[in-house]
Protein backbone atom coordinates (compact mmCIF):
# COMPACT_ATOMS: atom_id res chain seq x y z
CA UNK A 1 0.00 0.00 0.00
CA UNK A 2 1.59 3.74 -0.64
CA UNK A 3 2.06 6.12 1.97
CA UNK A 4 -1.07 8.08 1.95
CA UNK A 5 1.14 9.73 4.75
CA UNK A 6 3.62 12.10 2.21
CA UNK A 7 0.65 12.40 -0.44
CA UNK A 8 -1.44 14.16 1.95
CA UNK A 9 1.06 16.34 2.68
CA UNK A 10 1.97 17.23 -1.06
CA UNK A 11 -1.81 18.01 -1.44
CA UNK A 12 -1.80 20.32 1.43
CA UNK A 13 1.52 21.87 -0.27
CA UNK A 14 -0.36 21.97 -3.67
CA UNK A 15 -3.26 23.86 -1.63
CA UNK A 16 -1.19 26.60 0.11
CA UNK A 17 0.69 27.54 -3.48
CA UNK A 18 -2.93 27.33 -4.76
CA UNK A 19 -4.18 29.92 -1.68
CA UNK A 20 -0.99 32.05 -2.64
CA UNK A 21 -1.09 32.01 -6.05
CA UNK A 22 -5.24 33.16 -5.89
CA UNK A 23 -3.96 35.93 -3.81
CA UNK A 24 -1.28 37.31 -5.88
CA UNK A 25 -4.05 37.42 -8.93
CA UNK A 26 -6.47 39.08 -6.62
CA UNK A 27 -4.10 41.93 -4.90
CA UNK A 28 -1.99 42.12 -8.53
CA UNK A 29 -3.82 44.51 -10.10
CA UNK A 30 -3.97 46.93 -6.66
CA UNK A 31 -0.39 46.95 -6.82
CA UNK A 32 0.53 49.70 -8.90
CA UNK A 33 3.82 49.10 -10.05
CA UNK A 34 3.40 45.36 -10.47
CA UNK A 35 3.79 44.81 -14.51
CA UNK A 36 4.40 48.32 -15.45
CA UNK A 37 8.25 48.03 -14.51
CA UNK A 38 10.92 49.59 -17.26
CA UNK A 39 11.64 46.10 -19.65
CA UNK A 40 7.86 45.05 -19.60
CA UNK A 41 7.11 45.03 -23.24
CA UNK A 42 3.28 46.71 -24.49
CA UNK A 43 2.55 47.02 -27.86
CA UNK A 44 -0.84 48.71 -29.12
CA UNK A 45 -2.13 48.68 -32.49
CA UNK A 46 -5.31 48.72 -33.79
CA UNK A 47 -7.64 46.45 -31.74
CA UNK A 48 -5.10 44.63 -30.76
CA UNK A 49 -2.62 44.87 -27.39
CA UNK A 50 0.02 42.99 -26.93
CA UNK A 51 1.81 42.80 -23.18
CA UNK A 52 5.13 40.87 -22.06
CA UNK A 53 6.20 41.56 -18.43
CA UNK A 54 9.75 40.30 -18.64
CA UNK A 55 10.89 42.36 -16.32
CA UNK A 56 8.02 41.63 -13.47
CA UNK A 57 8.48 37.88 -14.21
CA UNK A 58 12.26 37.97 -13.84
CA UNK A 59 11.95 39.98 -10.30
CA UNK A 60 9.01 37.46 -9.48
CA UNK A 61 11.26 34.75 -10.75
CA UNK A 62 14.13 36.22 -8.29
CA UNK A 63 11.48 36.31 -4.88
CA UNK A 64 10.17 33.39 -5.02
CA UNK A 65 13.49 31.57 -5.50
CA UNK A 66 14.73 33.10 -2.59
CA UNK A 67 11.55 32.73 -0.54
CA UNK A 68 12.16 29.05 -1.76
CA UNK A 69 15.87 28.37 -0.87
CA UNK A 70 14.92 30.16 3.10
CA UNK A 71 12.95 27.29 3.26
CA UNK A 72 14.45 24.79 2.40
CA UNK A 73 17.17 25.34 4.71
CA UNK A 74 15.45 24.99 7.94
Known amino acids: ???????????????IFLIIFGAI???????????RLPGDICIQKKGVTFFFPITTSILISIILSIILVLIRRR
Open 25 to 35: FTLGGKIPWLG
Open 1 to 15: MPDMSAFGKMLILLG
